[in-house]
């Protein structure tokens, strides 16, 4: 019940009822951001867990399209008991890829199933000029990281986002495009002529690309417990938007291409051909159905 209270609180608060301030103190104000130029430092931060068949792209647009004009570090929490995404990241674990650093990092799914609790220590631990916070279904593909480098130049927004992305329809399990990615670990390309174009009006969950020093100094929502609590199973990712509004940001639009995210019916983070996952099901197609209808949501 006391989770419950706090997380009402804690969504009403993230409208912007309540002065950030109180729980986040140490923003870094703006002139006091570092405005990194030249050959800057990128870490990606993203979750797996049961979707080796979505991180198989994602990881394989780095070693597709490997970026010249900054350094990635490519970091990846995940559990020791999904096997197929251990070995997917031991595959990779053996790519040399100029520019991209490879860094798993193990956790106990309970840790893993609160997305919060890895990018906390990801922003507090990180060395980067800027981490892009984003989930294992999205792809970096031709032109994305070096155009981000650009745009990167001299900035000190504290949070910045894709304003498009492409993305597929809600693919079901049996779609060619995720089954390929089930076989055995390589690095696998993607067929993107059936993404559409969206325009994005937000750092949303997979699209928040966050100052470095911002991150050092309050990293991802550290001082709501509720965030940073393990549980026993997927909690669904509400300090996405406690995060901006920690940050008093909704993020600022960057012109960056080659934003690929793949849209997928089924969850693979909860558990199969249950009642709770029948009605998750059927809501994200009506909110897909109902977000595609949204003027200016489409190009």
Same mark, same amino acid.
């Given at each position: 019940?006391?989770?419950?209270?706090?997380?009402?609180? /804690?969504?009403?608060?993230?409208?912007?009822?309540?002065?950030?301030?109180?729980?986040?103190?140490?923003?870094?104000?703006?002139?006091?951001?570092?405005?990194?130029?030249?050959?800057?430092?990128?870490?990606?931060?993203?979750?797996?867990?049961?979707?080796?068949?979505?991180?198989?792209?994602?990881?394989?647009?780095?070693?597709?399209?490997?970026?010249?004009?900054?350094?990635?570090?490519?970091?990846?929490?995940?559990?020791?008991?999904?096997?197929?995404?251990?070995?997917?990241?031991?595959?990779?674990?053996?790519?040399?890829?100029?520019?991209?650093?490879?860094?798993?990092?193990?956790?106990?799914?309970?840790?893993? /199933?609160?997305?919060?609790?890895?990018?906390?220590?990801?922003?507090?631990?990180?060395?980067?000029?800027?981490?892009?916070?984003?989930?294992?279904?999205?792809?970096?593909?031709?032109?994305? =990281?070096?155009?981000?480098?650009?745009?990167?130049?001299?900035?000190?927004?504290?949070? =910045?986002?894709?304003?498009?992305?492409?993305?597929?329809?809600?693919?079901?399990?049996?779609?060619?495009?995720?089954?390929?990615?089930?076989?055995?670990?390589?690095?696998?390309?993607?067929?993107?002529?059936?993404?559409?174009?969206?325009?994005?009006?937000?750092?949303?969950?997979?699209?928040?690309?966050?100052?470095?020093?911002?991150?050092?100094?309050?990293?991802?929502?550290?001082?709501?417990?509720?965030?940073?609590?393990?549980?026993?199973?997927?909690?669904?990712?509400?300090?996405?938007?406690? /995060?901006?509004?920690?940050?008093?940001?909704?993020?600022?639009?960057?012109?960056?291409?080659?934003?690929?995210?793949?849209?997928?019916?089924?969850?693979?983070?909860?558990?199969?051909?249950?009642?709770?996952?029948?009605?998750?099901?059927?809501?994200?197609?009506?909110?897909?159905?109902?977000?595609?209808?949204?003027?200016?949501?489409?190009?």
């Amino acid at each position: 019940m006391w989770n419950l209270i706090q997380l009402v609180f /804690f969504r009403f608060a993230a409208g912007g009822w309540i002065p950030a301030r109180w729980f986040e103190p140490d923003l870094p104000p703006e002139g006091k951001r570092s405005a990194r130029t030249g050959h800057l430092k990128l870490e990606v931060v993203s979750h797996c867990w049961n979707y080796s068949h979505f991180l198989v792209y994602q990881l394989s647009s780095l070693v597709l399209f490997p970026p010249k004009k900054l350094d990635v570090t490519m970091t990846v929490f995940y559990s020791s008991e999904d096997t197929r995404t251990g070995e997917l990241l031991a595959f990779f674990e053996s790519q040399t890829v100029p520019g991209v650093n490879w860094n798993w990092q193990p956790v106990p799914k309970q840790e893993l /199933f609160r997305r919060g609790i890895g990018r906390n220590r990801a922003a507090l631990a990180t060395e980067a000029d800027w981490v892009w916070f984003t989930d294992c279904d999205l792809m970096f593909r031709e032109g994305c =990281l070096d155009a981000l480098a650009d745009v990167l130049q001299g900035r000190q927004d504290a949070l =910045l986002f894709p304003e498009h992305e492409h993305t597929t329809d809600l693919l079901a399990e049996d779609n060619p495009m995720l089954r390929a990615g089930t076989s055995e670990p390589q690095v696998l390309d993607i067929d993107t002529s059936s993404f559409t174009t969206r325009q994005i009006s937000k750092a949303t969950g997979p699209l928040q690309i966050a100052h470095g020093d911002v991150c050092r100094a309050v990293g991802y929502c550290r001082n709501i417990s509720l965030y940073q609590q393990p549980v026993e199973s997927f909690a669904k990712c509400h300090e996405d938007r406690a /995060f901006r509004w920690l940050l008093r940001s909704h993020g600022q639009p960057v012109d960056v291409p080659g934003v690929y995210r793949i849209r997928h019916v089924s969850k693979g983070r909860y558990s199969k051909n249950t009642l709770r996952s029948r009605l998750r099901t059927r809501l994200r197609l009506w909110q897909s159905k109902a977000r595609d209808r949204k003027p200016g949501e489409s190009l």
